[in-house]
């Protein structure tokens, strides 16, 4: 798959994540700010882009995989620190 074509579907797959995150839970906001906060802590003091937290929100939905490609293709997070913080999203 040609880089430019993974990465317009991750992009598309981030705005679905979004709008459905929008409909989530209250509690499942927490999740979501767990994973945040995570990435924001590699970032050293910065506020997360967008796309990080639509990342996040993608884990919510149970696409781990797809959360951990989001945080390290469009965001510049390392491997180690998405899988940690897709996983927090979870619990």
Do not use: F, W, Y
């Not at 709008?19 to 003091?45: F, M, W």
């Not at 997360?48 to 995989?65: D, F, I, K, Q």
């Not at 797809?66 to 979870?90: H, I, K, Q």
Request: aromatic share 0%; glycine share 10%; proline share 2%.
């Amino acid at each position: 798959m040609r880089t430019s074509t993974r990465i317009a579907s991750v992009l598309t797959g981030l705005t679905l994540a979004l709008g459905g995150a929008a409909l989530t839970a209250p509690a499942a906001h927490a999740d979501t700010s767990a994973c945040i906060n995570q990435v924001e802590r590699e970032l050293k003091g910065g506020e997360a882009p967008v796309a990080v937290r639509a990342a996040c929100s993608l884990a919510l939905t149970g696409a781990h995989e797809a959360c951990v490609t989001g945080l390290t293709e469009t965001s510049g997070v390392t491997n180690g620190t998405a899988v940690t913080a897709c996983r927090l999203a979870v619990k």
